[in-house]
């Protein structure tokens, strides 16, 4: 599984991808705007940062607009993947998109009736957002395990990429469905390392090499 970080905060990228466990990154407009820096600008800085896929995401709505802005994120950098939302218009612009080699990344999916129209019109990866259906009650993690499902029945090359990941479990069960991408914030990423046992354990091997070995008279 690819972990991507789901951030477009240059420090929370320079940090995970210090551990080296970041395989790209997915911003949307409302990370952008979080950070204060016009997109293509900010885009440019992640691309040097993470050295793997950039989702850069269109912010027009019509099907112009999204193949001019799509046309012109790709140029930026060879790991930009165009963000496209799951309109009708958006469905149309990944359809020419695809065609013309840009790779693209259709996002705000919530269904897998959606799924299947991003694999159809050759998105490279698709984004159905597990919290956000958590949110309103229903359980996000079977839309992942649904789309991957039809799209192994169907051998369709689309990735399935877990968005709205809020949690490591999330992560696991993300993985135990077969997506091939997981994006998730600095915070979920930063949690997974963490396991009472594994700083119990590492406190005692330290304590006991200590009372052995640096307590010793100099000299024995
Ligand atoms: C994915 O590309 C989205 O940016 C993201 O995962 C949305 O997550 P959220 O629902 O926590 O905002």
Known sequence: MKFFLDTANLDELKKGAAWGVVDGVTTNPSLIAKEGIPLQEQIRKIC????????????????????REGREAAKLHKNIIVKCP??????????????????????????????????????WCVSPFVGRLD?????GMTL??????????????TQVLAASLRSPLHVVQAAEAGSH???????????????????????????????????APAGR
Not at 48 to 67: N, R
Not at 96 to 106: A, D, M, Q
């Open 86 to 123: 799951l309109t009708r218009a958006g469905i149309q612009a990944c359809s020419t998109l695809s065609k013309e080699g840009i790779r693209v990344n259709v996002t705000l999916c919530f269904s897998p009736s959606q799924a299947i129209l991003a694999a159809k019109a050759g998105a």
């Open 181 to 215: 991408i997981g994006t998730m914030p600095f915070k979920v990423l930063d949690q997974m390392f963490n396991h009472p046992l594994t700083d119990k354990g590492l406190d005692q091997f330290l304590k006991d090499y200590a009372k052995a070995f640096q307590e």
């Open 48 to 67: 040097e940062i993470v050295d793997g896929p950039v989702s850069a995401e269109v912010i027009a709505t019509d099907v112009d607009g999204m193949l």
């Open 135 to 139: 949110d309103i009650g229903l359980e």
């Open 144 to 157: 992942i395990r649904d789309i991957c499902k039809i799209y192994a029945n169907y051998g369709y090359k």
